[in-house]
């Protein structure tokens, strides 16, 4: 059974400082997704990453993914007060079912 | 504008009480989806349909009912609601989920449910 697991749970950063989100599975997947929610909204697709290697971009964010080491990273760049919000990454199982991870809360401060 | 869309967006009722939280499509998407989402536990799939009249359960299907009787509706009911299914529920839907073009899914704006 597909498992996903994401960290930190809680981030905690200053604006200008670049970091890093992690998201691990468990089984093998063909594809993998980060969404964003901001407090009390729907999530928001950022990217979609289909095979081994593969990386996109959106302004300050890069997502990649490494399927021989079952780990997706959400890299942030230099950090604003608009990044503010809850990261997910998911992953569609063997059984078409949609597995997300619980979440990183990122707070950027000034 | 293409959307999805849930209504009501906040429904506050007792035990036992039938519901429906209704949910629309307007992009002829083929994928559509229910989650629940608690804290500390992100989101969880109710249920998904991959055309009209197919659905299947996901991970924590008990005590939900959908139906896709057509293609921009799938609505999810609450035979006999419990207060264990307080929670935020959203609606997703996507044109090929499956397919090698893995297009994202598209969420509706939720719905806050409390059951006393």
């Known amino acids: 059974e597909l498992k996903v697991e994401q960290n930190p749970l809680f981030l905690s950063m200053q604006e200008g400082k670049n970091y890093t989100i992690y998201c691990n599975y468990s089984?093998?997947?063909?594809?993998l997704y980060w969404y964003r929610q901001d407090p009390g909204k729907s999530l928001e697709s950022l990217f979609v990453?289909?095979?081994?290697?593969a990386v996109k971009q959106e302004g300050r964010l890069m997502a990649s993914l490494d399927t021989k080491a079952r780990l997706s990273t959400l890299h942030i760049t230099a950090a604003v007060h608009d990044l503010s919000a809850t990261y997910f990454c998911a992953l569609r199982g063997r059984t078409d079912k949609l597995i997300f991870g619980t979440g990183t809360r990122l707070q950027v401060f000034p | 504008e293409a959307q999805v869309t849930q209504n009501p967006r906040y429904l506050i009722t007792v035990t036992g009480k039938k519901l429906t939280v209704t949910c629309s499509q307007n992009m002829n998407h083929e994928y559509m989806s229910w989650y629940r989402q608690d804290p500390g536990l992100g989101l969880r799939q109710i249920y998904y349909?991959?055309?009209?009249?197919?659905?299947d359960k996901g991970d924590v299907p008990e005590g939900y009912k959908v139906s896709r009787k057509e293609k921009r509706n799938f609505p999810l009911i609450l035979e006999s609601p419990s207060p264990n299914q307080t929670s935020l529920y959203f609606c997703?839907?996507?044109?090929?989920?499956?397919?090698?073009?893995?297009?994202?899914?598209?969420f509706g704006n939720g719905t806050r449910l409390t059951v006393t």
């Open positions: 349909s991959m055309n009209v009249e197919v659905t």
């Open positions: 990453l289909l095979s081994n290697g």
């Open positions: 089984t093998t997947s063909d594809r």
């Open positions: 997703a839907s996507s044109l090929s989920f499956l397919s090698r073009a893995a297009s994202p899914l598209h």
